[in-house]
Every structure is written in structure tokens, then in C-alpha cells.
């Protein structure tokens, strides 16, 4: 079950730069998509989100971009800050109900000084 | 700010043995969630529940696994008679809306089957 894949395990970057983490999906039930950042031995935290009907959603340092056609999806984050290491997990969502939501494998994001 | 907790954060069983993970979700939430997450996998859906009742379960959750809100504030995932692969962390969530959009997070619990 490969619904939501994140094909980088891991990306590098510096400080004050941007980072952008990468998702695909293949499941064309999902309209909704979240991005979620884990800290080590804690649980996922929420980010930020964006509906299939936009294609771009912006929250401070963090934005999200949907290319529907490609079911692809991008986080970026600038400039980026040495807390923002951690591992960013998409997860899809279809509006089916009470919807479970479907993570990918995640990318761990290093950012350095 | 309201969150999601979990207890234990760490339970060490034997396998065979019955194990109930607690979780307190944020407290205008109606809609609850369990995932885990095997070491170095993804994190997947168990099971969500809404007005006492199952919602949705995943092929994972087979009849070993069963949820419950006993009280007003509790959520508990039981596992009847673990097996080694069940160790795992497992993650509680909630949420405010129907579609489970926003789900937030407990920090898990670490169960460690041997």
C-alpha cells in the first residue's frame, strides 16, 4: 500500500535557507492533505493543511503547493531554522466519513547553523 | 494550549498477555483515532470512533484489538492477547470535525512485546 510516498528520506539544508519536502500520492480519492512534523519519542504535530480545490496554502514560514495533475504535493519552509529538524510526514485524506488519514514514510529534515 | 495525552508512555507485556493504552483526548473532541507506528515504518490508521461507537477500522484492527470510551474523558485501545508484532508506538488523536481533517496528536505509547 503505497498511497502516499515520500521518496526523499532525508534532506539537509542551512539555516536561513529553504527547505522544501516532497509528497506524492496515487490515490485520487484523497481531497485533502495534511503535513505533520515528529520530534523524536513525541507524536506528530500538526502543520499545516490544504484542500484538493486549492493549490496553494500559506501559514507563516510554512507553505504547501497541490499540483493536482502530477498528485503532487510540496512543504516549503523559509527561511528554515535549526528547530525545524524533525521528520515531516504528508498524509492524505479522502472525505468519506469518519476518514482515517493515510501517511507516507516520511522525510527527516536536518537543518544546520 | 489543550492536547492529547497518553499513558503509559512506555509498557513492557509478555506476549499473551492482555494491554489497555489510555488516552485522554482534547476535551471538545468528538471524533477519536488510533495509529501506530512499527520502528522505521509508516505510521498507520487502527481504528476511529464516534458517538461510542467503531467508524472505521483498518485490516490491522482484528478481533484482538477492541476501543472504548468508558467515561467522559478516556479513550482506550485494548489488546487482548499481544503478540510480538504488536510492539509498536501507538498514537491516540483527535478531532473537532466530522471529516477528521485536523487530528492532533497524543506523544504515544511505546508497547514492547516480548
Not at chain 1, 520530534?39 to 500559506?58: C, Q, V
Not at chain 2, 507506528?37 to 458517538?51: A, D, T
Amino acid at each position: 500500500d503505497q498511497q502516499v510516498k515520500q521518496n526523499s528520506p532525508s534532506l539537509s539544508v542551512q539555516e536561513g535557507r529553504i527547505s522544501i519536502l516532497n509528497c506524492d500520492y496515487t490515490n485520487s480519492m484523497f481531497d485533502y492533505f495534511l503535513w505533520y512534523k515528529k520530534y523524536p519519542a513525541e507524536g506528530p504535530t500538526f502543520l499545516i493543511s490544504i484542500s484538493s480545490i486549492k493549490d496553494k496554502n500559506e501559514d507563516g514560514r510554512f507553505t504547501v503547493f497541490l499540483n493536482k495533475s502530477a498528485k503532487h504535493l510540496s512543504l516549503h519552509i523559509v527561511p528554515s531554522q535549526p528547530g525545524d529538524s524533525a521528520v515531516y510526514f504528508c498524509a492524505g485524506a479522502m472525505n468519506t466519513g469518519f476518514q482515517k488519514l493515510v501517511f507516507g514514510t516520511g522525510t527527516r529534515l536536518l537543518v544546520s547553523p | 494550549e489543550p492536547e492529547v495525552t497518553q499513558t503509559p508512555s512506555h509498557q513492557v507485556t509478555q506476549m499473551g498477555q492482555e494491554v489497555i493504552l489510555r488516552c485522554v483526548p482534547i476535551s471538545n473532541h468528538l471524533y477519536f483515532y488510533w495509529y501506530r507506528q512499527i520502528l522505521g515504518q509508516k505510521v498507520e490508521f487502527l481504528v476511529s470512533f464516534y458517538n461510542n461507537e467503531i467508524s472505521e477500522k483498518s485490516e490491522i484492527f482484528d478481533d484482538q484489538f477492541s476501543v472504548e470510551r468508558p467515561d467522559g474523558s478516556n479513550f482506550t485501545l485494548k489488546i487482548r492477547s499481544t503478540k510480538l508484532e504488536d510492539s509498536a508506538m501507538y498514537f491516540c488523536a483527535s478531532s473537532a470535525l466530522k471529516t477528521g481533517r485536523e487530528q492532533y496528536f497524543g506523544p504515544g505509547t511505546r508497547l514492547t512485546v516480548t
